[in-house]
């Protein structure tokens, strides 16, 4: 059975850090690409990074560009977000996403129709 768990959001002050983690299980990463979305109470799901498993290329969109970086562990069948500098507005339910994909992530990446889901963490930061 394929599976995606996120885990490591909680609540942080603006100006902390978390990083969350996506542990895939019945598929592995390298013929994938993994994207972390989020959505926020009242607005629609945004796509904000992405990775490619074949070829480790990344993506971040302008939102997040600087503030968090995507990695994987393929040992661990994991892909990670670290999130740092956080922001009020970055409170949201964020959940990771996998598609059956190879070569280098590119924006278009964040908006295909993804294959499996997890079940969201959320992250809120207070001001």
């Known amino acids: 059975e394929v599976q995606l768990v996120e885990s490591g959001g909680g609540l942080v002050q603006a100006g902390g850090s978390l990083r969350l983690s996506c542990a895939a299980s019945?598929?592995?990463?390298?013929?994938?690409?993994v994207s972390w979305f989020r959505q926020a109470p009242g607005k629609e799901r945004e796509g904000i990074s992405c990775i490619s498993g074949s070829d480790g290329s990344t993506y971040y969109t302008d939102s997040v560009k600087g503030r968090f970086a995507i990695s994987t562990d393929t040992g661990k069948n994991t892909v990670y977000l670290q999130m740092n500098n956080l922001r009020p507005e970055d409170t949201a339910v964020y959940y990771c996403?996998?598609?059956?994909?190879?070569?280098?992530?590119?924006?278009?990446?964040?908006?295909?129709?993804?294959?499996?889901w997890g079940q969201g963490t959320q992250v809120t930061v207070s001001s």
């Open positions: 996403a996998a598609i059956r994909y190879l070569g280098a992530v590119v924006a278009g990446t964040l908006r295909l129709s993804n294959d499996y």
């Open positions: 019945g598929f592995t990463f390298d013929r994938h690409a």
